[in-house]
């Protein structure tokens, strides 16, 4: 038999060396993200002092952040009732905003964690509501990574390409590619992802003695994940008006409107990228890093507003996750496990009605 202490020891010294690699990477981004404001600010300090800061257009990038999260909190709720279970949409936006602060802790599932622990009061099975949340998540990111693809022909200027990888060059050179992938990889997917996910439903249905025969079995539409698609454009266009708004706040032009694809490719990019580096708290750095890159390839733009704007756009995404945190935490409240219960043993016509 293999020695415990061992194995112990092993397994240890594996999680420490994981754990200095993460801090490691996430202080090499850090230094690195300095290193080019320090070196912007040497060379543009009169440009970045003269900068004034409107807080109106501010305040409606907090809010138009907030917004931007609705369709996610959508999709994930429709998901849950597609597994069979009985959510009202606030619950769910209550433990969605709230998950949103699990991201700022080194690698990225203690999101997932608070999103399951808060809808366990609501009566909501935490395999259910984890996995869900993952496939929300992972969705809303690939979704975003896609359409940073298919944007690069408008959002990277000529200029730039010498800065960005070959495989960039080639996307740009041929615009239709990326988006016939994706009508491609849809059909494909989707209908391989809605089995995938009535496979799981049927493995997790409740037990005998939780659930009456008359419940019927849940199941996934096509119909409800091509929405998602859809709901994830329009969450990822209201992320992109946000950073617009930013933008707006050190800008006398105001919204620039013939810049939105810009805007859309900096954020989808940077909260995908972001979330991929594990080692990274909410994107740390990285985030910062794409969107500043991508903003300052454009002359309405230019190198000092993109470097502000990605700082601003951390500050104003931080305090509306913040605030919205709170304000549903506390607002909506938890639900006493007699009601709960109550919820779960009531058959729900939307359980049928899944779109």
Known sequence: MPDKSAVSGKTTGSALVWKLTKWGLLALVLYFVWQQGAQLYAQQQAAITEIQIRPTWLFLAGVCYFIAWLPSVWFWQKLMLASGEHVDFWPTARAYYCGHLGKYIPGKVTVLLIRATLLKEFGVRVSIAAVTAAYETLAVMGVGLVL??????????????NQWPAWVRYIRSHPFLVPTLILVVLFISLPLVARLLNLFSKKFTRSNVEASAAEPQPEFSLRLLYAGVLMFLLS?????????????SISDQGLVWQEWPRWIAAVSAAYALGFLALFAPAGLGVREGVISAILAGSPLIGDV??????????????????????????????????AAETGRNEPSSETNEIL
């Open 148 to 161: 940073f693809l298919a944007l690069i022909p408008f959002a990277i200027s000529s200029d730039q390409l």
């Open 305 to 338: 507003n993109a470097f502000v704007a990605a700082i601003l756009i951390r500050i104003v995404s931080f305090t509306s996750e913040l605030l919205s945190a709170f304000i549903l935490y506390y607002g909506i409240g938890s639900q006493d496990s007699s």
């Open 236 to 248: 990822w266009s209201l992320h992109g008006l946000s950073l617009g708004m930013t933008l707006a």
